[in-house]
């Protein structure tokens, strides 16, 4: 009862925030609603700090957004990837979410540090240097070694206890859209949408999943050197405290930073350091925005911040490089095929049609210049489709397909003329070749040779269990047993109990 009185006080906090951004009931719906529904806004709108007039409707969102806190500044990330719900201008307002506060005091980084490593914490941490970036979840400090010099990622104090407050309050709001809201809204499956993004910031909240991510995806890139991952000081990682090496260079977000540098190839290697990370290992970096990449001063780019990360399994990967190998090829029928083989589109659909839809899509992306083609418009003409073809969002793509329109932006930031299209054929090229080719073969005649023996293996167990089970279906049923004293005395008090409610009712509606 507690819990439910918190998430619905929650939820009108964000209410009102939202109301205050003028994101409720907004001025270009305003006179459509009666008088007292708009006066509660129009009242919050008035005090200091209300909503500014002449914002976008995805800015005062992004705005409201950050006011409230770091687990709906990730909804609001989340909700930047379907453009094809809420727009493809507000999805990119919510894409440049800002995430900054004013950084905790000195006390709570030494008592953190204390708690995690004990007193001797001033050993391993003897240089730590004042915070140079605070965020709604962790700030950052340098410290001086005599190996060398490492960031420190602190998490602030009580946020894990705040996130998870707001998370329930979400799932017990995702749970009545599901139920009861518009069709669009359940489109979006709401509770997988929600469970997905809970998922991921709850991970978060533990810095020793963030190190065990930067390590693993320091291995992946640098099997080809697009990108490359700071190393990880174990010593100084604990669950509340992160330490990775520190990044001599420039962030992306930097105004002078490309001075000099080669645009196209920037662009390239971030596009294929994420294809070849996600195709190749099923494993890649769900935040690439210019905050988070540093161009190192030996000219190599340098990933960091690896809080949101995103996983996607073979079958997934196989339908992302067939689906990319289509467009790229134009065989929209193999685009149809694959869409109905992952189950993706239900069956009572025709696949001949749906490949007619996908060319509409796909035709019109041939044959111009690279500055007008768009992965994000392409994205949400295909949504748009699939949703026609009855697909629902598949929560294990979410993050997959929020990065890869996250890529482009960045990359076209970079180079105009991007063509993200082009940046991708080497890498599904690849793939297709490993996968399909000789060595994907032999490969996958191996691991069909090795499921068929460890099936054989089990053989004597499942064949004692079948004599098991034919033995006692043969066997003859016991006599029930007897009711003892007790249960006669509760079968006779049932049998009177239930004629007595059955006077009661006949009494009470008559014959």
């Known amino acids: 009862m507690l819990d439910a009185v918190s998430d619905y006080l929650r939820l009108a906090r964000a209410g009102a925030v939202m109301a205050r951004n003028d994101v409720i009931a907004p001025a270009e719906y305003r006179n459509r609603i009666p008088w007292f529904a708009r006066l509660p806004g129009a009242v919050l709108r008035a005090l200091p700090g209300g909503g500014k007039r002449g914002r976008r409707p995805g800015q005062r ?39 900054a506060l004013p950084p905790f005091s000195r006390a709570h980084v030494e008592r953190t540090l204390r708690e995690e490593f004990g007193e001797g914490y001033t050993v391993l941490f003897p240089g ?25 990622k602190i998490l602030r104090p009580g946020v894990e206890r705040d ?61 080809d050197g697009y990108v490359f991952a700071p190393a990880v000081d174990w010593e100084r990682t604990s669950r509340r405290v992160l330490t990775t090496q520190w990044i001599w260079g420039k962030s992306l977000t930097d105004p002078d930073v490309l001075d000099g540098v080669d645009r196209p190839d920037l662009a390239n290697r971030i596009t294929r350091g994420f294809l070849a990370s996600a195709l190749d290992h099923g494993f890649f970096h769900a935040d690439l925005h210019e905050g988070n990449m540093i161009l190192a001063a030996d000219g190599r780019l340098a990933v960091v911040d690896f809080g949101i990360m995103g ?27 694959v869409h109905f083989e992952a189950g993706y589109v239900p069956s009572d659909h025709s696949m001949d049609e749906f490949a007619q839809a996908l060319r509409a899509v796909g035709e019109p992306i041939f044959g111009k210049d690279a500055s007008n083609l768009s992965m994000a418009r392409v994205l949400i003409q295909l949504l748009d489709i699939t949703h026609q073809f009855g697909m629902h969002l598949r929560p294990e793509l979410i993050l997959l397909q929020k990065t890869m329109v996250q890529v482009e932006g960045v990359s076209r930031a ?3 003329a991007h063509n993200i299209w ?13 996968e399909f080719g000789p060595e994907g073969v032999r490969k996958a005649a191996l691991e069909a040779v ?47 109990i239930t004629a007595a409610c059955a006077a009661a009712l006949w009494w009470a509606v008559g014959p």
């Open 61 to 99: 969102f992004a705005a409201a957004l950050e006011k409230l806190g770091p687990a709906w500044i990730k909804l609001g990330q989340f909700l930047a990837t379907r453009p094809d719900v809420i727009g493809m201008e507000a999805a990119s307002d919510l894409g440049r979410l800002k995430d």
């Open 128 to 152: 730590l240097g004042a915070p140079i970036a605070a965020a709604s979840v962790a700030q950052v400090h340098r410290l001086e070694t005599p190996e060398g010099a490492w960031a420190v």
């Open 163 to 223: 996130i998870q407050r707001d998370l329930r309050a979400m799932r017990r709001a995702a749970r009545l859209a599901g139920a009861r809201g518009p069709a669009d809204v359940k489109r979006m499956e709401p509770v997988a949408f929600v469970e997905t993004m809970a998922r991921s910031l709850t991970r978060e909240m533990d810095l020793r999943f963030e190190a065990g991510a930067a390590s693993e995806f320091a291995e992946i890139a640098a099997i």
């Open 311 to 337: 996983r996607i399994g073979p079958n997934e990967r196989l339908f992302l490089a067939e689906i990319l190998s289509g467009f790229l090829k134009r065989d929209y029928k193999r685009v149809s095929q």
């Open 414 to 416: 970079i180079d105009p």
């Open 422 to 434: 082009g940046a991708a054929q080497p890498i599904v090229d690849r793939w297709t070749r490993r």
């Open 450 to 496: 090795s499921a068929g023996l460890r099936r054989l293996r089990k053989l004597p167990a499942t064949l004692d269990l079948l004599d098991a089970a034919i033995a006692r279906a043969a066997a003859p049923a016991p006599p029930p047993a007897p009711l003892k004293s007790a249960g006669w005395v509760w079968l006779l008090a049932g049998i009177a």
